[in-house]
């Protein structure tokens, strides 16, 4: 994925990626970069909306509290490209890729 400028608190994560692969009861998970690991929070909200045919409830998951220390610490920028690969399911660990941004100037993310 790539980091946009809102995400500089929080990271959002796909909601299919999380139904099929993170046990809905995990509220934290491990990023590792560079052989050292940052705690990182899983926090899901779920919002209910009114549709013509009824209601439907949208759940997002995110990183939250972790995430930030996280981009400072492995200089994240805004524009970077990010491999998050799930190396353990159990315990929801991340191998994490950071990938520049190709001919563009990088915006600090702290």
Known sequence: MVIPPS???CLSLPVGFIKQHIQENK???TL???GESWPVKLLSYTQTRKI???YTHDTRVFFTTGWTAFARETHMRMG???VFELIDRDDVVFQVSNFSSA???PIPID
């Open 32 to 34: 590792r970069f560079s």
């Open 80 to 82: 970077n490209l990010c």
């Open 27 to 29: 509220g934290m998970a």
């Open 7 to 9: 995400y500089m608190n």
């Open 52 to 54: 013509l045919s009824g």
């Open 103 to 105: 001919g563009k100037e």
